[in-house]
């Protein structure tokens, strides 16, 4: 199921840019374009940071997801403001739709650590039985 979901996100990323590609160069940069690519960016430097989070600080999971919310939060409010997404009277939005993604992004990393816990421990099993055969 992993690599559904990847596999779905990585050709559903790869049609929008090769249909927006066409698009731009047919009829220029529109502000849904616009917006797509804006978060297609700001994808990249979420995905970024946690990267460099997870390589290089130690930190326990609950505090890391902590750091990464609050962090990645104040990432979207200052790509937001430049992006003209958000204005001071609604700033607080970029707590609600970080908070959102992060919590789908726990379960899916939830359910991937279990499948992982899963098939180690069935080939300890496997390898166990072999061993003692």
Known sequence: MKKILKDTCILAALMILSV??????????TDEIKLVLQLFALAFLISAFNYLLDE?????II???IVK???ITALVMLFGFIAG???PAN???AFIYVGVVLILAYFIDDLRIKKDISYINKRIREQHDTAGS
């Open 69 to 71: 919310y609050f962090a």
């Open 56 to 60: 290089y600080v130690s930190l326990s």
């Open 63 to 65: 505090i890391s997801y």
């Open 20 to 29: 927006f590609t066409i698009s731009i160069i047919w009829s220029g940069v």
């Open 85 to 87: 997404w958000f204005y």
């Open 91 to 93: 700033f607080w939005m």
